[in-house]
Every structure is written in structure tokens, then in C-alpha cells.
């Protein structure tokens, strides 16, 4: 006889019937209605029936010519209660005990012939009163264990079932008995179809070697190992789940019967996913961490130059000015000295050589040029130290227009060839909870990938650009930025993918694929947002960011105040 599935009703219910099917005492259980749903062979002669007669009739129709017992059954049945028991039941010349047992869908009866007990009461002696009561505490202990164990089994499987890791156990054949909750999500099958397959690794359920498309080498596979002895623990091993692969750490081990023989391997599994990707998260952060340190330090560096080469500038714009005035005052001089036309003509030709009228209008111009020229430096500067600013582990109330503006700022190298960036922002959003640097970097990453896009429609030509548009707004409670483009657009299929960890549609050494899986990762998971996108092939892209504001109109009536 085999160990039965746990998952099958049915064939658990038959397993149980063969056990007791050949009893010496009758086995009857009824439902909550009184209607029976499994007997014996005993019990079922009882009532001068096969057992397929009695299964499925009630209580009352079967016990109709036993007065006693259908009283009873009456009465547990109007009050609810399955609790009595009869000690001499007359049944055709027999004398038998009853003994109920409640069960949580229903009762179970128990008929045990006692009919030499009683046309032998007379004559027993005392010590055979005592034998057959200890007999029948014997009986009923035995079955109070036996209901004990399958209680625990039951728990045991519950527990089991509900653990947070994979639980998958084997026989020594290499088929799975039992798989767990988690198992069968990992797997991506039903604990019957877990059953019905091969080990793990192979047809069933193909393994890779993690991070390729190499198939895991079938001899070092856990179960099999387990199987033959052996005690492991492996950490690359990718388990394939329709269309995606799940990282998973496995421990597995024999377990062995009292004659120190394998019977079964325990396999414990659990999913890598998450843990790999906060990995990523945390190398990422601190590579951004070190590059935002980096810019800070090259803008410190940057500004003391940039500010003495704007005040010389501002200086030499003042001081021509006034060497100007003082060349023309000269002029006007030498005419009322009235000096010679011949020395005027001199002055004339060397001012002429010197070219002295072209630079008196235009190094004033250059001037005015470089003065903006370091305008532009400083604010890139302004730009690069408020982007790299550390990050904090708390929000704060962060103003998303001037976090746009900035990223734009420092962005313009990724965008100034191939597009024009236009903003739309609504002044009176109010200031938005968050963490500043992440934000930022989400911000970042979407006008990167908009340029890209739109770069691979315009191709190398001078004439085509596309547009980046970025718009902020406020609705209920909820702050939005959307960021729009003109670029390729996406495909159905790369829609749905779009956020999936290491997904990307570039080409090798132009992207990793994690920047947009961060991102929904810092608006999603870090500040209890959404993103999402609209986007079809050759129409551009949309990405709509929205942000929770817990207190939206205080927040405007602050910064109208």
C-alpha cells in the first residue's frame, strides 16, 4: 500500500476505508445532516446491507427497525449534539455498545459486539469484568493515538504548507510526495502536477546555471545528491518558470529510516529574487553615491575659477567702457588744439592699423558674451552640487518643479543634439514629500531613455529633432510629472517587460536594463507612488509619475501665505 497524496480527497478516503474496511467492530461516520458517508464491512451488516447501500442514506432510514438507536440519533440531531452512548444495544439477537465520537463535520459511530459479555454477565467473574474494561480502555486508547497522530500529521502538513520557504520532499525513487505553498509558487505548478513529475532540475522543472543558458549538470542536482547521501547547499541555481527564471538557494538532505536506510530527501528552497535585486539597488546607490560625491567635489572645484574669471570679466566690461570714452575724449582733444592735419592723419592711420573702431565695438560684446558664457558655467555648477547633495534616509518636503528644472540642467549634454526640451509646471503644486537624490535619479534615467529614443528617429541628421516634453500638476492627493517624447515607442510586448529587472531593448554595452526596474522600485516601494507608461511603436512614450501628498491643501495655502 502506498503513501497516500495528501491533495486527493478521494484517494486519502479510500486508503482509510481499506484500513478499517475488515475491522472486527462496525465503523460508521455521518455528516452534520445525519447521512452517512463511510462504513465497513461490519457496520454495514449490521443494517443487513452492502456497503454501497448504506453510504449515502440516512441515519434514521437505516436504523428505522432499531428503536433505541434512532431515538438517540433523533435526538443528537434536533439538539446538535453527538455525544451518547448505548451499552446494550439488542440487534436481531445480538447485543451490541455504541460509542460515539464527534467529529468537526460530523460523528463517528462505533459498533462493538458484546453480546457474550452479556448473556455471560452472570457467570464472569470479577477479574474477567475487569479484563474486558480494560480491553475496551485498550481499544479506545489505541484509537484516541490513532486519531491523535493523523491530527499531527494534518498539523504537521499545515505548518508545512505555510512556511515562507519551499518545502519539497522525495522518495528514495526521486518522485515528490509533498511540496508546500511556496514550492509550488516557485515552481509555477499545482501540488498535483508536482507529484506526477521528475526530479528537480530536469523535464519537470528545468535548471539553469545562474545568470546563462547552460542547463545545470543533472549529477549535481540536489535531490539526487540528497538521495545518495550526501548533504548540500547550493547558491546558482535558476529554476525556470514559464517565461522568467527564479533564483533560488538550496539546501538539501537525506533522511533515513530506523534501519539507517534513505527513504526520502528534504529539499528547501527559497527565492533570490528579491534579496539580488535590493543587492543591485544598494551597488547602484552606492556607485551614484560615489559619482554625486565625485560631481559635488568637481563643482567646488570649478566655482572658486568661475567666480574670479566673472568678476574679471565684469571688470574688463567697466574698464573698456571708460578706455573708450578716454579714446574719444583724446580725439576731441587733438581737435580743438587744433594740431596739425598731418598729426591727425598719423592718429587716424594708427588707429586704422590697431583697427581701434572694430575692437571699441567689439570687445565689449565678447565681454558680455564671456560674462554669460560663465553665467551658464556657474548655474551648471549651482545644478551639479544641488543634484549630488547627499541623500537622506527620511523625506523631506521637496519642491519637484526645481528638481525638474535642475535635472534638466544637467542632463543638457544627453539631450542638446538631438532634441528641445519643453516644461510645463504648475506653479502651484505643493511641496511633495520624498527622498530628493532618488527622485532626482528616476528623473534623470526617464530623459536619458527619452533621448536615446528620439536619437534613434533622427539618426545623424543636423536638421531633425524630436521634443522632450515635462509637465508637473496636482489632483486630489496626488502630485504628477509626466514626461513625454517623440522617440521610437514601444511594442506591446516590450511594454508589458519594460519595469522587469535587466530588460533592455539596447544594444549590448549601452544599457544594463535595471534603471527603469529602479526606478518603479523608488516610486513604488520607497514613496508609495505609481508609474507607469503609454506607448505604442513608432508614436514616442509617456511616463506618468505620481507621488502621495498627505496634506495637499494645507501644503498650497503654506505657499500662498
Given at each position: 500500500m502506498r503513501?497516500?497524496?495528501?491533495?486527493d480527497?478521494?484517494?486519502?478516503k479510500?486508503?482509510?476505508?481499506?484500513?478499517?474496511?475488515?475491522?472486527?467492530?462496525?465503523?460508521?461516520?455521518?455528516d452534520?445532516?445525519g447521512?452517512c458517508?463511510?462504513?465497513?464491512?461490519?457496520a454495514s451488516?449490521?443494517?443487513?446491507r452492502?456497503?454501497?447501500?448504506?453510504?449515502?442514506?440516512?441515519?434514521?432510514?437505516?436504523?428505522?427497525?432499531?428503536p433505541?438507536?434512532?431515538?438517540?440519533?433523533?435526538?443528537?440531531?434536533?439538539?446538535?449534539?453527538?455525544?451518547?452512548?448505548?451499552?446494550?444495544?439488542?440487534l436481531?439477537?445480538?447485543?451490541?455498545?455504541?460509542?460515539?465520537?464527534?467529529?468537526?463535520?460530523?460523528?463517528?459511530?462505533?459498533?462493538?459486539?458484546?453480546?457474550?459479555?452479556?448473556?455471560?454477565?452472570?457467570?464472569?467473574?470479577?477479574?474477567?469484568?475487569?479484563?474486558?474494561?480494560?480491553?475496551?480502555?485498550?481499544?479506545?486508547?489505541?484509537?484516541?493515538?490513532?486519531?491523535?497522530?493523523?491530527a499531527?500529521?494534518?498539523?504537521l502538513?499545515?505548518?508545512?504548507?505555510?512556511?515562507?520557504?519551499?518545502?519539497?520532499?522525495?522518495?528514495?525513487?526521486?518522485?515528490?510526495?509533498?511540496?508546500?505553498?511556496?514550492?509550488q509558487?516557485?515552481l509555477?505548478?499545482?501540488?498535483?502536477?508536482?507529484?506526477?513529475?521528475?526530479?528537480?532540475?530536469?523535464?519537470?522543472f528545468?535548471?539553469?546555471?545562474?545568470?546563462?543558458?547552460?542547463?545545470?549538470?543533472?549529477?549535481?542536482?540536489?535531490?539526487?545528491?540528497?538521495?545518495?547521501?550526501?548533504?548540500?547547499t547550493?547558491?546558482?541555481?535558476?529554476?525556470?518558470?514559464?517565461?522568467?527564471r527564479?533564483?533560488?538557494?538550496?539546501?538539501?538532505?537525506?533522511?533515513?529510516?530506523?534501519?539507517?536506510?534513505?527513504?526520502?530527501?528534504?529539499?528547501?528552497?527559497?527565492?533570490?529574487?528579491?534579496?539580488?535585486?535590493?543587492?543591485?539597488?544598494?551597488?547602484?546607490?552606492?556607485?551614484?553615491?560615489?559619482?554625486?560625491?565625485?560631481?559635488?567635489?568637481?563643482?567646488?572645484?570649478?566655482?572658486t575659477?568661475?567666480?574670479y574669471?566673472?568678476?574679471?570679466a565684469?571688470?574688463?566690461?567697466?574698464a573698456?567702457?571708460?578706455?573708450?570714452?578716454?579714446?574719444?575724449?583724446?580725439?576731441?582733444?587733438?581737435?580743438?588744439?587744433?594740431?596739425?592735419?598731418?598729426?591727425?592723419?598719423?592718429?587716424?592711420?594708427?588707429?586704422?592699423?590697431?583697427?581701434?573702431?572694430?575692437?571699441?565695438?567689439?570687445?565689449?560684446?565678447?565681454l558680455?558674451?564671456?560674462?554669460?558664457g560663465?553665467?551658464?558655467?556657474?548655474?551648471?555648477?549651482?545644478s551639479?552640487?544641488?543634484?549630488?547633495?547627499?541623500?537622506?534616509?527620511?523625506?523631506?518636503?521637496?519642491?519637484?518643479?526645481?528638481?525638474?528644472?535642475?535635472?534638466?540642467?544637467?542632463?543638457?549634454?544627453?539631450?542638446?543634439?538631438?532634441?528641445?526640451?519643453?516644461?510645463?509646471?504648475?506653479?502651484?503644486?505643493?511641496?511633495?514629500?520624498c527622498?530628493?537624490?532618488?527622485?532626482?535619479?528616476?528623473?534623470?534615467n526617464?530623459i536619458i531613455?527619452?533621448?536615446?529614443?528620439?536619437?534613434?528617429?533622427?539618426?545623424?541628421?543636423?536638421?531633425?529633432?524630436?521634443?522632450?516634453?515635462?509637465?508637473?500638476?496636482?489632483?486630489?492627493?496626488?502630485?504628477?510629472?509626466?514626461?513625454?517624447?517623440?522617440?521610437?515607442?514601444?511594442?506591446?510586448?516590450?511594454?508589458?517587460?519594460?519595469?522587469?529587472?535587466?530588460?533592455?531593448?539596447?544594444?549590448?554595452?549601452?544599457?544594463?536594463?535595471?534603471?527603469?526596474?529602479?526606478?518603479?522600485?523608488?516610486?513604488?516601494?520607497?514613496?508609495?507612488?505609481?508609474?507607469?507608461?503609454?506607448?505604442?511603436?513608432?508614436?514616442?512614450?509617456?511616463?506618468?509619475?505620481r507621488?502621495?501628498?498627505?496634506s495637499?491643501?494645507?501644503?498650497?495655502?503654506?505657499?500662498?501665505?
Open positions: 503513501w497516500p497524496s495528501t491533495k480527497s478521494t484517494e486519502l479510500e486508503f482509510l476505508i481499506t484500513l478499517v474496511g475488515d475491522a472486527p467492530f462496525g465503523i460508521l461516520v455521518a452534520l445532516d447521512n458517508t463511510m462504513a465497513n464491512r461490519r451488516r449490521l443494517f443487513q452492502e456497503p454501497g447501500e448504506v453510504v449515502d442514506r440516512s441515519l434514521l432510514d437505516l436504523s428505522s427497525d432499531i433505541e438507536l434512532r431515538s438517540r440519533i433523533e435526538t443528537s440531531l434536533r439538539e446538535g449534539r453527538f455525544v451518547y452512548q448505548i451499552e446494550e444495544l439488542p436481531r439477537d445480538e447485543y451490541y455498545s455504541v460509542r460515539v465520537q464527534p467529529l468537526l463535520h460530523g460523528q463517528l459511530l462505533v459498533f462493538d459486539d458484546v453480546t457474550r459479555q452479556v448473556h455471560g454477565r452472570q457467570a464472569q467473574s470479577k477479574l474477567t469484568q475487569e479484563l474486558a474494561a480494560a480491553n475496551r480502555d485498550l481499544e479506545e486508547r489505541q484509537r484516541r493515538q490513532t486519531e491523535l497522530l493523523e499531527k500529521r494534518q498539523e502538513f499545515r505548518f508545512l504548507d505555510k512556511m515562507p520557504v519551499a518545502v519539497l520532499v522525495t522518495e528514495a525513487t526521486g518522485k515528490p510526495v509533498f511540496s508546500n505553498e511556496e514550492a509558487r516557485i509555477g505548478q499545482d501540488r498535483l502536477a508536482i507529484e506526477r513529475s521528475c526530479e528537480l532540475g530536469q523535464d519537470g528545468p535548471a539553469f546555471v545562474r545568470g546563462t543558458d547552460k542547463r545545470y549538470p543533472e549529477r549535481m542536482l540536489p535531490v539526487g545528491r540528497a538521495l545518495a547521501g550526501e548533504s548540500v547550493l547558491d546558482d541555481i535558476e529554476i525556470q518558470n514559464g517565461d522568467r527564479i533564483p533560488i538557494h538550496t539546501k538539501a538532505a537525506p533522511i533515513k529510516d530506523k534501519d539507517d536506510q534513505i527513504v526520502f530527501a528534504l529539499t528547501v528552497f527559497e527565492d533570490e529574487t528579491e534579496k539580488l535585486r535590493a543587492q543591485r539597488e544598494r551597488l547602484q546607490s552606492q556607485k551614484l553615491q560615489s559619482v554625486g560625491q565625485l560631481a559635488a567635489g568637481v563643482a567646488h572645484e570649478i566655482n575659477p568661475m567666480q574669471i566673472g568678476d574679471n565684469h571688470f574688463l566690461r567697466t573698456m567702457a571708460n578706455v573708450v570714452q578716454m579714446l574719444d575724449f583724446y580725439e576731441q582733444v587733438l581737435i580743438r588744439l587744433g594740431a596739425g592735419k598731418e598729426l591727425l592723419a598719423d592718429v587716424e592711420a594708427k588707429a586704422k592699423q590697431l583697427r581701434m573702431r572694430f575692437l571699441s565695438s567689439k570687445i565689449p560684446k565678447a558680455d558674451a564671456m560674462i554669460e560663465v553665467g551658464a558655467v556657474s548655474h551648471l555648477v549651482r551639479m552640487k544641488e543634484f549630488s547633495h547627499p541623500g537622506t534616509d527620511d523625506k523631506v518636503p521637496t519642491d519637484i518643479n526645481a528638481a525638474i528644472q535642475t535635472t534638466v540642467t544637467i542632463s543638457r549634454h544627453e539631450w542638446k543634439y538631438v532634441a528641445d526640451v519643453e516644461t510645463d509646471l504648475d506653479e502651484e503644486i505643493p511641496l511633495v514629500p527622498l530628493p537624490g532618488e527622485l532626482n535619479q528616476v528623473i534623470l526617464l531613455n527619452a533621448s536615446h529614443a528620439i536619437s534613434d528617429v533622427v539618426g545623424e541628421s543636423e536638421d531633425a529633432r524630436g521634443k522632450i516634453m515635462i509637465s508637473t500638476r496636482s489632483e486630489d492627493h496626488w502630485a504628477e510629472i509626466r514626461i513625454a517624447d517623440t522617440g521610437t515607442g514601444m511594442s506591446e510586448r516590450v511594454r508589458d517587460k519594460i519595469f522587469d529587472p535587466f530588460f533592455t531593448t539596447k544594444k549590448v554595452g549601452h544599457g544594463t536594463g535595471q534603471g527603469l526596474a529602479i526606478a518603479r522600485s523608488i516610486i513604488v516601494d520607497k514613496h508609495g507612488g505609481s508609474i507607469a507608461v503609454e506607448s505604442a511603436e513608432g508614436e514616442g512614450a509617456l511616463f506618468v509619475i507621488l502621495p501628498i498627505p495637499m491643501s494645507a501644503e498650497r495655502d503654506e505657499r500662498r501665505g
